[in-house]
């Protein structure tokens, strides 16, 4: 075997990974806390990724030079889905947060078409905002856009390397937060019982909310990194990312953080090793999503809770 | 366990102010009065039992009080302000609670059960939390320094790094009080904290439950074991049917014959709480 080729697509599909387990945590955040499972969570990686975009159209396209461009895109993007999310849950979820299950779940996928009707039809209307109707070219970033790096034949590029940082990044912040912080313990306990954490004097609806800001900040990330891998966004880029990604949280256990970032690595590294390996008419590009839904069919008959499953935000 | 060396200050009213008015306190549940009419009040400082055979409302009331459930009718005041019905509000206000069955969050050490009891007596906000500056490094301390300091003092020192569902039976009673305790209450309702423990750790209780009052605080205690309630109370409720049938002194109760035929019932098959 290739151990170069192997190293790369060990690369590749980490990168991948990292993707879909940065918009996996919100998933599972949210459903850890509330068992919903927040369908329109893909379009506010979406909305991330244009709230990136117009931050940098805003605030001077000249400027893609300086070394401020990618924290400002950074915040833009996640003010802008934090924005959304929260107004989701307080006009959308919180309503029916004593409805019957099915009624959320509905509510979610309708909100998640919405979202992405409102990006399509009104981004373009915006001055000086490009028309959102086909898929729009994401700015080169200075520092994380082109440049590859060749580590001996493995070629690693500047976009994936933000990706695997971000994560890394992210995945620490919340171990801290979750463990070590007044707000994270009060999310631990809400999420392992609610009426005993609102008796010991949580305010759940605001716990819920800041479980919902959480995720939507990570998916705000994995927006940027996409935008910056793939150099285009498009309206309808959340409904796959946003499908695998729950495939991820559900494999690793939906309502643990490490489970969506473990499931969400895995995931990724499947389909970069599928589509490598398998040779024949089974291997390819084509088959990846089939491998991918294998691999969560498998675990879901031998081990239904996911790999680290338990029904609680479970020590980050 | 050594409890003696662990004590503890807490914020109390003046001994004998009035905490908990409840009047008319009214619970119903479709055609089912689980509670009707409920009169009581606690004062700083005295322990009030709460008896009656299964069924007859005592934990419902304990609901009605802490917000859990909306009584249908009466009114709760708290150190002379009306209580709304809200679990948020009634612990701000300072009364705590424990439970009949055991709820502690299983997956969470001991200690930061405890510490999830001080959220309402600190302010920490997600922004805070994430910049982690000096003023939130400080509450994060004291915090965890008294979570600390209350596992002491209900005589679990060294069970702070334990997941509370690895304790024993016993020291998940003591640490469901300790995380009560760490919301500042004025007024602590217990229910039911011997269920299940044996005479060593009821004693145990009982001595606890008297280090609590000695620090200034109200017990307002459901308990089924008669020898318990009569030894720990200055004063008893007996509840039957969800309406207060006697209220008085251990003694009064004791020997009154109307809580006696409540308890033996005049069927065949009635049962004891006493032993």
Same mark, same amino acid.
């Given at each position: 075997?290739?151990?170069?080729?192997?190293?790369?697509?060990?690369?590749?599909?980490?990168?991948?990974?990292?993707?879909?387990?940065?918009?996996?945590?919100?998933?599972?955040?949210?459903?850890?806390? $509330?068992?919903?499972?927040?369908?329109?969570?893909?379009?506010?990686?979406?909305?991330?990724?244009?709230? #990136?975009?117009?931050?940098? $159209?805003? $605030?001077?396209?000249?400027?893609?030079?300086?070394?401020?461009?990618?924290?400002?895109?950074?915040?833009?993007?996640?003010?802008?889905?934090?924005?959304? #999310?929260?107004?989701?849950?307080?006009? #959308?979820?919180?309503?029916?947060?004593?409805?019957?299950?099915?009624?959320?779940?509905?509510?979610?996928?309708?909100?998640?078409?919405?979202?992405?009707?409102?990006?399509?039809?009104?981004?373009?209307?915006?001055?000086?905002?490009?028309?959102?109707?086909?898929?729009?070219?994401?700015?080169?970033?200075?520092?994380?856009?082109?440049?590859?790096?060749?580590?001996?034949?493995?070629?690693?590029?500047?976009?994936?390397?933000?990706?695997?940082?971000?994560?890394?990044?992210?995945?620490?912040?919340?171990?801290?937060?979750?463990?070590?912080?007044? $707000?994270?313990?009060?999310?631990?306990?809400?999420?392992?019982?609610?009426?005993?954490?609102?008796?010991?004097?949580?305010?759940?609806?605001?716990?819920?909310?800041?479980?919902?800001?959480?995720?939507?900040?990570?998916?705000?990330?994995?927006?940027?990194?996409?935008?910056?891998?793939?150099?285009?966004?498009?309206?309808?880029?959340?409904?796959?990312?946003?499908?695998?990604?729950?495939?991820?949280?559900?494999?690793?256990?939906?309502?643990?953080?490490?489970?969506?970032?473990?499931?969400?690595?895995?995931?990724?590294?499947?389909?970069?090793?599928?589509? #490598?390996?398998?040779?024949?008419?089974?291997?390819?590009?084509?088959?990846?999503?089939?491998?991918?839904?294998?691999?969560?069919?498998?675990?879901?008959?031998?081990?239904?809770?996911?790999?680290?499953?338990?029904?609680?935000?479970?020590?980050? | 366990?050594?409890?003696?060396? @662990?004590?503890?200050?807490?914020?109390?009213?003046?001994?004998?102010?009035?905490?908990?008015?409840?009047?008319?306190?009214?619970?119903?549940?479709?055609?089912?009065?689980?509670?009707?009419?409920?009169?009581?009040?606690?004062?700083?400082?005295?322990?009030? !039992?709460?008896?009656?055979?299964?069924?007859?409302?005592?934990?419902?009331?304990?609901?009605?009080?802490?917000?859990?459930?909306?009584?249908?009718?009466?009114?709760?005041?708290?150190?002379?302000?009306?209580?709304?019905?809200?679990?948020?509000?009634?612990?701000?206000?300072?009364?705590?609670?424990?439970?009949?069955?055991?709820?502690?969050?299983?997956?969470?050490?001991?200690?930061?059960?405890?510490?999830?009891?001080?959220?309402?007596?600190?302010? =920490?906000?997600?922004?805070?939390?994430?910049?982690?500056?000096?003023?939130?490094?400080?509450?994060?301390?004291?915090?965890?320094?008294?979570?600390?300091?209350?596992?002491?003092?209900?005589?679990?020192?060294? =069970?702070?790094?334990?997941?509370?569902?690895?304790?024993?039976?016993?020291?998940?009673?003591?640490?469901?009080? =300790?995380?009560?305790?760490? +919301?500042?209450?004025?007024?602590?309702?217990?229910?039911?904290? +011997?269920?299940?423990?044996?005479?060593?750790? +009821? %004693?145990?209780?009982?001595?606890?439950?008297?280090?609590?009052?000695?620090? !200034?605080? =109200?017990?307002?205690?459901?308990? @089924?074991?008669?020898?318990?309630?009569?030894?720990?109370?200055?004063?008893?409720?007996?509840?039957?049917?969800?309406?207060?049938?006697?209220?008085?002194?251990?003694?009064?109760?004791?020997?009154?014959? %109307?809580?006696?035929?409540?308890?033996?019932?005049?069927?065949?098959? !009635?049962? +004891? !709480?006493?032993?």
């Amino acid at each position: 075997m290739d151990v170069t080729l192997f190293l790369q697509q060990l690369v590749n599909g980490l990168t991948l990974g990292s993707l879909f387990a940065l918009i996996a945590v919100g998933y599972t955040v949210v459903y850890g806390i $509330i068992q919903l499972i927040n369908f329109a969570h893909g379009e506010i990686f979406m909305v991330g990724a244009f709230g #990136a975009l117009s931050t940098w $159209i805003v $605030i001077g396209r000249a400027q893609i030079t300086a070394w401020w461009m990618l924290p400002l895109m950074i915040l833009g993007a996640m003010g802008v889905a934090v924005l959304t #999310a929260l107004v989701m849950e307080r006009l #959308a979820y919180r309503p029916l947060r004593n409805a019957p299950r099915l009624a959320p779940l509905i509510t979610a996928i309708g909100i998640s078409v919405f979202l992405q009707e409102v990006v399509r039809l009104f981004y373009g209307l915006i001055p000086g905002f490009p028309d959102a109707k086909a898929p729009v070219p994401f700015p080169a970033v200075q520092g994380v856009s082109g440049g590859a790096l060749d580590l001996g034949g493995v070629v690693l590029q500047r976009a994936a390397i933000f990706t695997l940082v971000a994560l890394v990044v992210s995945w620490t912040f919340l171990y801290f937060f979750v463990n070590r912080t007044r $707000i994270g313990r009060a999310m631990q306990a809400t999420s392992q019982d609610p009426d005993t954490a609102r008796l010991m004097g949580i305010d759940v609806d605001r716990i819920i909310m800041v479980a919902f800001a959480l995720g939507a900040a990570l998916a705000a990330l994995a927006g940027i990194a996409h935008g910056l891998q793939y150099t285009n966004i498009d309206f309808r880029m959340g409904f796959l990312a946003g499908l695998k990604a729950f495939t991820a949280a559900v494999l690793g256990g939906i309502g643990n953080i490490n489970g969506a970032v473990v499931g969400g690595l895995l995931l990724g590294l499947v389909e970069v090793m599928a589509t #490598a390996y398998i040779p024949g008419t089974f291997g390819g590009s084509a088959w990846k999503d089939v491998w991918a839904f294998a691999l969560l069919i498998l675990v879901l008959v031998f081990r239904p809770q996911g790999l680290l499953g338990a029904k609680v935000v479970d020590r980050a | 366990m050594s409890t003696e060396q @662990h004590e503890v200050q807490f914020a109390t009213a003046p001994e004998g102010a009035v905490l908990l008015e409840a009047r008319g306190v009214t619970m119903r549940f479709g055609g089912l009065l689980a509670v009707n009419a409920v009169d009581m009040s606690v004062r700083s400082g005295e322990i009030v !039992g709460l008896i009656g055979p299964n069924g007859a409302g005592k934990t419902t009331f304990f609901n009605c009080l802490t917000g859990l459930y909306r009584p249908t009718g009466g009114q709760v005041s708290f150190a002379g302000r009306p209580l709304p019905p809200r679990p948020r509000k009634v612990v701000q206000a300072g009364m705590a609670r424990t439970f009949q069955n055991i709820r502690l969050f299983q997956n969470m050490t001991a200690l930061e059960n405890v510490m999830v009891g001080r959220y309402c007596r600190t302010s =920490a906000g997600p922004l805070t939390s994430i910049v982690r500056g000096p003023k939130f490094r400080r509450e994060e301390a004291a915090t965890r320094a008294r979570a600390q300091e209350l596992l002491g003092f209900v005589g679990i020192p060294e =069970a702070g790094e334990s997941l509370a569902r690895n304790l024993s039976y016993g020291d998940q009673r003591r640490l469901e009080i =300790a995380r009560a305790l760490a +919301t500042d209450p004025q007024l602590l309702l217990l229910d039911e904290p +011997t269920a299940g423990m044996n005479p060593q750790e +009821t %004693r145990q209780a009982e001595e606890l439950i008297f280090r609590i009052r000695d620090s !200034g605080l =109200a017990v307002v205690v459901i308990e @089924h074991d008669m020898r318990f309630i009569f030894n720990l109370c200055d004063r008893v409720l007996c509840l039957v049917q969800g309406e207060v049938l006697v209220q008085g002194t251990p003694e009064q109760v004791q020997s009154d014959p %109307r809580v006696i035929e409540a308890y033996i019932g005049t069927s065949d098959e !009635g049962e +004891t !709480g006493d032993a």
